[in-house]
């Protein structure tokens, strides 16, 4: 059994900016949330068997900066950086941290990186994280959501979902992933809303 779809590009994967879909494919980007270092993708799609999954975020440095990315997969990967391959792993395995740690240099403003993940079967899962040479978290960066108007609606989505849930903390930082402008908007909206519930005004009125 190998991971034969992992060669194939269903998306610009050299892209140095979020791909769209390619040669006629149907692609919608999507916000993904958990609260565990490691996404089980399954909880997102479901258990599918001979399936791959685009991963992508967005790591903000305050400087040009070397670093480590340090990856695990179930099962197979690729990792792109700025639309440059920078790791192909195909082999099946389960999930661990740092199976793989590739060196990287942080260029200062954004950068995108792009995970490939194929699932041959049972478990399908991945995580990643920013270190330096020691293992430490790399200091001067913040990891966020690349510009993408799917994903800025998944965002709103998202952030409703959250706050009808009562979580308003996770719920503002899924609006500021957002568009400034629609930001405002919505946030104006529930400044609106505050006003309806005395048991979360001051909590709402935060957010503005």
């Known amino acids: 059994m190998t991971n034969s779809g992992l060669d194939e590009p269903f998306i610009d994967e050299n892209s140095p900016s979020l791909p769209e879909a390619s040669g006629g494919r149907v ?64 082999q099946g395995r389960i999930v661990a941290l740092d199976q793989d740690i590739v060196g990287v240099t942080l260029r200062k403003g954004q950068n995108l990186f792009l995970l490939k993940v194929s699932n041959m079967c049972c478990g399908w899962a991945a995580v990643m994280r920013f270190t330096d040479a020691n293992g430490r978290p790399l200091p001067g960066i913040e990891v966020g959501i690349p510009a993408h108007q799917d994903l800025t609606n998944s965002l709103f989505d998202l952030a409703d979902t959250l706050r009808s849930g009562g979580k308003l903390a996770e719920a503002e930082t899924a609006y500021r992933q957002a568009t400034e402008r629609e930001r405002l908007q919505l946030l104006r909206d529930w400044s609106v809303s505050s006003c309806r519930s005395e048991e979360h005004t001051s909590e709402l009125q935060s957010l503005t």
Not at 27 to 44: A, G, H
Not at 59 to 77: A, M, N, T, Y
């Open 27 to 90: 692609l919608r980007w999507r916000v993904v949330s958990t609260l565990e270092p490691i996404l089980d993708i399954t909880e997102v799609f479901g258990p599918l068997e001979n399936h791959l999954v685009y991963l992508a975020i967005e790591v903000r440095s305050e400087k040009e900066q070397p670093g480590q990315v340090r990856v695990g997969s179930d099962d197979g990967c690729k990792l792109w950086h700025n639309g440059t391959l920078i790791l192909n792993a195909p």
